[in-house]
């Protein structure tokens, strides 16, 4: 535990030295909210859009950012390094921490943009859109981390990112963004209980399927 | 003393129709300085690479044993020192930064006191706090022969070690290999003769390509 610790520190200084994801996240939050803002000019939303466009923008950069953990190292050429001194389970674990802690970062910045940006956007029930924005955002983070693995070694990395992350996100994502609408309309946590539970049957089976997954992903 | 052992049984190594080697048997049974020598292209990195678990072999099995206890290839990580001119390390973090942080990642307590007189020693003390991008590609070898030295680990890889080193660095590098060499079983892989004259026992990688 404490190399994965290590790992993920070591990853946390290097992102404030070289600034890899949190530049390209910052930029895409900015154009897409700036793109759905425009677009919609004086429109009125409806609350279950914004819902919708939340998702969305939460899941786009998510694929813009959240592979660099793996694919920087690649790129670098210091995979191997991190191959002889660490065991696979503790520089995925690492991996993991430092994603989870980006994840959360990066959508509360989103989510605190779509309020106070967007009118319609009024979370009723605060309680369960919290429940929903942890487990969706340790969701996303497991996902997107055993993905960028996966790709890391690929030659088209960029477009094969998003491509393989659509069908294991989509689930995650519509789950999501039903609770979001659940949240809107004041739903108590006791009648979202079923798809809470999807959403916690769906961290646990990609956590555990990622761990046992990734002793082959990251030898030979 | 510690009492290290390294064994081969039987192992190829194929990449897709492509034998590197086959059959590949070998016992390294203590401390000491063992050679893998062999053209370009003989598989001695890939040899190199399946000894510190990084890939596996296609068949056969490595085994490996510190004071009689046997280490499973997933815990291998924590008893194996592996220095090599392809290994990359940070350069965004100081030379120091490095050897701490590679350290602890590794499950290992770092040891300034080592790491500050092994510095000295390769002549890089007052750079230490040099960011690795402003080093040269011999500054960096040191840096990773040091890695390798420090924590005194049981089992030392070294891939074409002098790569990048100038006549000092070798002279430095061929004196401190010879110390560490009483307490760890040290493996070099490398064409280079001065290498290989510092071995007791030499594999030579074109006797398994058949």
């Known amino acids: 535990m404490k190399s994965a610790i290590s790992i993920f520190f070591k990853d946390w200084k290097s992102e404030l030295r070289t600034r890899y994801s949190v530049n390209s996240l910052a930029m895409f939050i900015i154009v897409a909210i700036s793109v759905i803002l425009f677009s919609v000019k004086d429109e009125p939303l409806s609350p279950y859009l914004t819902a919708g466009l939340l998702w969305t923008v939460i899941f786009f950069s998510a694929m813009s950012g959240l592979s660099r953990t793996f694919v920087s190292e690649e790129e670098r050429g210091t ?13 995925f674990s690492g991996k993991l921490l430092f994603n989870t802690l980006l994840v959360f970062l990066i959508n509360s910045i989103i989510t605190l943009l779509f309020s106070l940006l967007f009118s319609a956007f009024i979370i009723k029930n605060i309680y369960l859109f919290t429940a929903v924005f942890f487990l969706g955002n340790f969701g996303i983070a497991v996902s997107s981390t055993v ?4 790709i890391s070694k690929a030659g088209a990395k960029g477009t094969l990112y998003p491509v393989l992350s659509f069908p294991v996100l989509l689930p995650l994502i519509l789950i999501l963004s039903e609770l979001t609408n659940f949240s809107i309309d004041g739903k108590s946590v006791e009648e979202s ?9 769906y961290d646990v089976i990609m956590l555990t399927v990622s761990v046992m997954l990734f002793d ?4 030979d | 003393m510690i009492n290290i052992s390294v064994s081969a049984e039987n192992l190829c190594k194929n990449f897709g129709r492509r034998f590197v080697f086959k059959n590949l048997n070998f016992i390294f049974d203590k401390p000491g300085i063992y050679g893998i020598a062999g053209i370009n292209g003989s598989g001695k990195t890939t040899l190199a690479k399946i000894i510190s678990g990084v890939l596996s072999p296609s068949q056969g099995k490595i085994y490996c044993s510190v004071n009689s206890l046997k280490i499973n290839p997933e815990e291998i990580q924590k008893y194996i020192g592996y220095a090599a001119p392809y290994v990359v390390f940070y350069d965004e973090f100081t030379a120091y930064e490095n050897l701490k942080m590679l350290s602890v990642i590794q499950g290992i307590d770092f040891n300034s006191n080592r790491c500050e007189k092994l510095l000295t020693e390769f002549g890089l003390y007052e750079r230490r706090n040099e960011h690795l991008s402003n080093y040269s590609s011999g500054m960096k070898q040191r840096i990773k022969i040091i890695f390798a030295m420090m924590n005194n680990l049981p089992l030392i890889i070294f891939d074409e070690p002098i790569t990048n080193l100038d006549s000092a ?19 070099i892989a490398s064409n280079e003769e001065a290498d290989l004259a510092l071995c007791s026992k030499i594999i030579i990688m074109e006797n398994f390509r058949k």
């Open chain 1, 79 to 91: 995979f191997l390094i991190l191959q002889i001194i660490a065991s696979p389970l503790n520089v």
């Open chain 1, 147 to 150: 993905i960028a693995a996966i």
């Open chain 1, 193 to 201: 209980l079923t798809e809470i539970l999807v959403i916690i049957c």
């Open chain 1, 216 to 219: 082959f992903i990251w030898k």
């Open chain 2, 169 to 187: 660095g070798k002279e430095i590098f061929y004196r401190l290999l010879k110390q560490q060499a009483i307490n760890s079983l040290i493996i």
